[in-house]
């Protein structure tokens, strides 16, 4: 059965931001895209200059907030309009949706000891290790910078918990961006590491240079 999800995507980017609904299939892929830098241009697209225009939408993309979703708040001190893009650009399908969800429900049983629906709908979780993620699996969005360092700094705390291989966990960015030719894109999901190990790289990337974990 196909399941009804929120979203639009931006002309420029494909970054996805939720606004209206369309139908996702069985089967459809959680994609992360990540921006090392973002560096402000202003809120028309005429303040794109247009060398960066004439580039296309690997050097520049437009960012929407929509403060009546909830993970809006995860947006940190962005604000709507264009952004060069600075630095590496990480591109990788992390799950399904479906495979996304049980991801989830893991990490709530092994960190919390606790079930998915709870930590949703209990407050007390709402600042705890992890918190943020748990949004972006029924809707898509993206996380800002500050949040992107709060939640590279959960990967790294509770790797042991989770049981991650030691070979994963020294595995470290600069590691990854020896393999990487500079803004351009890589499908980590080649590296053969688990989810959890991506998702520490794209956000330890983000908090580096201040950029954003975009869910799409």
């Known amino acids: 059965m196909s399941r009804k999800k929120t979203q639009t995507k931006t002309k420029e980017t494909g970054v996805s931001t939720a606004t209206r609904e369309t139908t996702i299939p069985e089967g459809a892929m959680l994609e992360v895209v990540v921006y090392e830098r973002l560096k402000w241009l202003g809120e028309r697209a005429s303040d794109v200059p247009l060398q960066l225009r004439q580039l296309g939408q690997l050097r520049y993309l437009k960012l929407q907030r929509y403060p009546d979703i909830p993970t809006d708040q995860y947006m940190d001190w962005l604000r709507n309009g264009y952004y060069e893009i600075d630095g590496y650009i990480l591109t990788f399908p992390l799950a399904t949706l479906e495979e996304y969800h049980g991801w989830l429900e893991n990490l709530a049983l092994t960190i919390w000891k606790t079930s998915l629906p709870e930590v949703l709908s209990a407050g007390q979780y709402q600042y705890k290790p992890f918190r943020e993620l748990f949004g972006f699996g029924p809707s898509y969005g993206v996380i800002g910078p500050d949040t992107a360092d709060k ?50 790289l794209a956000f330890q990337l983000a908090a580096r240079g201040g950029g954003v974990v975009a869910f799409c």
Request: aromatic content about 16%; proline content about 2%.
């Open 151 to 200: 939640l590279a700094d959960d990967f790294v705390d509770y790797a042991d918990n989770y049981g991650v291989a030691e070979s994963e966990r020294n595995f470290t960015l600069d590691d990854l961006l020896k393999y990487l030719p500079y803004s351009k894109e890589c499908d980590m999901i080649t590296l053969g590491y688990s989810a959890y190990t991506n998702l520490r």
